[in-house]
C-alpha cells in the first residue's frame, strides 16, 4: 500500500485559501486519491476522491499531477467551521471492499483563526 | 436515510466487564467496518465485513469480537475490558461501486472510557 506523507498541522485564517499537500511517491497504477475531513468528536466524512489531473466538487477541489506522486486539496475561502483534521488516503478501492486495506494516518489538523 | 447509527454513545466499563457496541445502517452496504481512534492518532481497523455471515481480522483485533448476521447490522463485542480499550470506536460501511462508490460512511462514534 502506498504510504503518505502530509504536515501535522496547518494554521489559517477566515477568507483564505489553503492548500494540503499529500505525498505518495510509491502510488500504484490502480490506487485513487481520497480525501476525508474529521470535526473534533465526529467520524471522518468523504470530501473529494481522484485518480488524475483535477477534481473538483462544492466542497473542494483536488489537484493531482501527471506523476501522481502527490497531491493537493485546496478548500476556497475557509471559514471557522473548516477547522478539522484533514486525512489523505491512498489504495485501489476501484474494487470493492478494498477499504480495508486503506492505513489511515495522522492527517492534517488545519486552525482557520478568525 | 440515517446512515450508520450506533450506539451507546458514551459508556463506562469496569476492568474484565464485557459490553457490545451496536452498529446498524440503511444504506444496504456490503462492507461494514469497526475502527478504534486513540487520543490524536488515526484511525486503526478492527474488525471488518464484506456480507451477512462473513466477518475477517483488521489490524488490531485482540479483546474484541464481531458477527454480521443481517446486512444491516454489525456489533462489536468487547470481552474482559481493559484499560487499553479506551478509546473512541467507530462504525463504518461502504459499497462495492466502483470509485467514488466505495466511499466510507461513519457513525458518530462511541467513546468507552474502561476504568
Known amino acids: 500500500l502506498a504510504k503518505t506523507t502530509q504536515p501535522i498541522s496547518m494554521d489559517s485564517y477566515e477568507g483564505q485559501e489553503v492548500n494540503i499537500t499529500c505525498s505518495h511517491n510509491n502510488i500504484a497504477t490502480n490506487d485513487y486519491i481520497t480525501w476525508y475531513q474529521q470535526f473534533p468528536s465526529q467520524g471522518p466524512r468523504f470530501i473529494i476522491q481522484?485518480?488524475?489531473?483535477?477534481v473538483t466538487n462544492e466542497v473542494a477541489s483536488l489537484f493531482i499531477p501527471a506523476d501522481r506522486k502527490s497531491s493537493t486539496l485546496s478548500l476556497p475561502r475557509v471559514s471557522l467551521s473548516d477547522t478539522a483534521v484533514y486525512y489523505c488516503l491512498v489504495g485501489d478501492i476501484e474494487i470493492g471492499g478494498n477499504n480495508r486495506k486503506l492505513i489511515w494516518g495522522l492527517g492534517t489538523s488545519l486552525a482557520v483563526n478568525p | 436515510n440515517a446512515g450508520v447509527t450506533q450506539t451507546p454513545k458514551f459508556r463506562i466499563l469496569k476492568i474484565g466487564q464485557s459490553m457490545t457496541l451496536q452498529c446498524t445502517q440503511d444504506m444496504n452496504h456490503n462492507y461494514m467496518y469497526w475502527y478504534r481512534q486513540d487520543p490524536g492518532m488515526g484511525l486503526k481497523l478492527i474488525y471488518y465485513s464484506v456480507g451477512a455471515g462473513i466477518t475477517d481480522k483488521g489490524e488490531v483485533p485482540n479483546g474484541y469480537n464481531v458477527s454480521r448476521s443481517t446486512t444491516e447490522d454489525f456489533p462489536l463485542r468487547l470481552e474482559l475490558a481493559a484499560p487499553s480499550q479506551t478509546s473512541v470506536y467507530f462504525c463504518a460501511s461502504s459499497g462495492i461501486g466502483q470509485g467514488t462508490g466505495n466511499t466510507i460512511y461513519f457513525g458518530e462514534g462511541s467513546w468507552l472510557t474502561v476504568v
Open positions: 481522484g485518480y488524475k489531473t483535477k
